[in-house]
């Protein structure tokens, strides 16, 4: 079976996760409380962090999840319940982000608890992708094969920031704000950790053809499509 | 006319209720309740307890109506308004899911309908999907024709999951706690039935080609897509 | 340019409407009401009401669509505007919904307003729909031309449903519950009245090659896909 | 790699976010308030206009980010974050909506500041997609290359639009009311600017091979698809 539907599927949950953690943003009405809504918004600062840097992890793990299945050729049916854990965690995002602002607001233990909520949640994510990642090698569902180098590479990667997510679980009891920190800073490194070489803008399609390069991108391959671009299209 | 957009359709329906449903998780924000987190949380365990299940059910209708149309050829007007009545019961999982959360914890008469309730769209939904399957079969709409024996399979299976749901409706009055259990194990069974002799990873693509496997696969057939990986892909 | 993306779009919108009208079912969590969930639910009678209507009438708007752009073979720019005109009133489908159907519950002159709206929508909804069908044929963008009668036999078609709704509009004034039951009632129409001999089910792909039935399917024509199965595939 | 995944992404997230602009919409129901339905409404015209207004904004946008991809041949990482910063802007019209209307009514500073929020974002959009815009030109991602005068008429169309947005940030704190026209105006703009001549209706594909209307046209060019439809299609 082509992955084209659990794409779809994927994609249709990621928009609306993605969409929905504004919708959490919402101020209340005027009236309703005595605040004015610049010292509502500056209060809110921690919904406004949490929000960005959520939407930045949910954003990061759909290009990922889009380079993975760019090259997987063939999906069976553990795959789609591997994919389901991953979306779980997902979809969970929404729920773990209000809850961690609202109580990151008046700090203590409730707020280190919530804290470690959020960042287990984007473990158990990165966790899941690293088994998708698994399962597409190890049951040779690629379109083409990575050589060990890209393996390698990507399993570094998705160490990093499950480790740094694991740390920020626990670092939640002593610095609420610090695990906060560190969800962010794991979304700027996987924002630019795979594009070396790409932000001086060295001309089109620079970094092709480059070995090292080449290694460091897991989900690279050739485009089947009908388009049929293959020659220099690895540098996605 | 194929399936391709009632796919899409329903694929976006599928992915918004799957996504809602952790929308309903919202615990009161501090400061409206005299509550901690750790108390909400500990409190809400229904909540959570119904939301894993609900996601789980909704995630395996969606691989199964995958698997489904995979092997859809043709689409008339009576199919689309077959699948339409699965969507329905599908839409109102979020709303089934929360109301059977919320009365869960206070228990009583209450607990008991709000339980029937949740299980009966469980049955509403099993049931439309028998028919969407029955249709397809009789009407010949199908790209690979199933054998006697993959149908009778499926027909057993749909059964026990129908038969679970529709006793949980009458266990609900008796416990309520009961009922939600029924449609857990339901949603492990299905999880895990139609995929024996996989978990055990005899390697890659194991258990194409056995005869018993196949045959216990309604929906099976080959891939007549682009990439023409027509050999070995009936094992989903 | 070809329709696909037109129709992903439009099929997300109307994924995302259809869900979202099961969200505003939500009952008030035990607790905050002294009224029970048995009261409650024979209370809110006229929101499940106005729910099912609401999802039937989205419902066969997406089939309608779905078979409209099925012989779209060309979509210009005017073409997406009013296409964006018909998602205007399908996205505010949901709002109405409640508005209609926590205001009748009380009654009076604010229900006849509530009603009135709820049926202007749909009214609009139709109206739309109308000229992007009449869009479509003007500027030849269709792959197979209709024959004159299929077109008169749709204009007829879109009349019915347009008087119903727009009369609606003024009963909702003398009866609140009339212009619900009327909008029920256009709903069953518009699901039955485009499949005659179908319900008997004369076997397999009945009714093709029946001029008669033909006529009334504007929408239809061959299938230009890869599955090629171009010849009785016009029942649809 | 090609545009196919992005594309269906972010048609999930307009298709939720227009949806959802709509749901803010919620009138309280009857009993918590003394304000009748026909008082609410004409209350709540900010939030109408307010609707109207952002409806109109994210329905173009799409088509715009439609006609944009429909000539990008080359997708690239840069290109996806460039896309996800774009959709950050248009997930936060739903918010920054809401709160513009609630705020609107009460007047005063606090409106300016919200009048500044929603401006604020709409050129955040803007700013995004003449980056999104810029890339595909420089990269040499489209299919077909833009002749010089489509690129300068595409840079003066961006221009005003921004220009005016930023405009109407700075004149939210003389008049809120004004910022909200100008965003409509905006709107009103972009939805005829770029059909002249279509208007009139000269027949079906009118316009095609006028060499000025194609000039104006960035994001046109023959659809390399499998309708081959080549010839006539660039007046899309």
Redesign the interface.
């Known amino acids: ?2 992955s084209g ?5 994927s ?13 959490e ?3 209340p ?3 309703l409380h005595h605040h ?3 010292d509502q ?1 500056s209060e809110h600062w921690p919904s406004f962090a949490a929000y960005l840097i959520s ?2 992890t949910i ?1 990061i793990i ?2 990922n999840h ?1 380079t993975l299945f ?1 090259n997987v ?6 795959l ?2 591997i994919n ?1 854990l991953l ?2 965690f997902v ?2 995002i ?2 773990v982000t ?2 961690f602002a ?2 990151l ?2 700090g203590g ?2 707020a280190s ?2 804290g470690a909520i959020y960042n287990g949640v984007f473990a158990g994510m990165g966790v899941s992708f690293g088994v998708l990642f698994w399962w597409t090698i ?4 690629l379109k083409t094969a990575l050589p060990p180098g890209a393996i390698l590479a990507a399993v570094i990667r998705f160490g990093i920031g499950n480790v740094a997510y694991l740390a920020a679980v626990g670092i939640a009891f002593v610095s609420p704000a610090a695990a906060l920190l560190i969800s962010g800073l794991v979304a700027v490194y996987y ?1 630019f950790e ?2 070396p070489g ?1 932000k001086g803008g060295q001309g ?2 620079e970094g092709t053809g480059n070995g090292a390069d080449k290694a460091r991108q897991f989900g690279a391959g050739r ?5 049929g ?1 293959a020659g220099p ?1 690895q ?2």
């Open positions: 079976m082509e539907r659990l794409e779809a599927f994609d249709g949950v990621f928009a609306v996760a993605i969409t929905l953690l504004a919708l943003l919402a101020v009405h005027p009236g004015s809504l610049t918004l939407f930045l954003g759909w290009v889009h760019h050729a063939h999906v069976d049916r553990p789609l319940f389901l979306l779980f979809v969970s929404p729920f209000t809850t609202d109580y607001r008046d233990f409730q608890v919530a190890r049951h040779e569902h924002m795979q594009t790409r089109p399609r485009d089947t499509g009908a388009a671009d299209d540098d996605f």
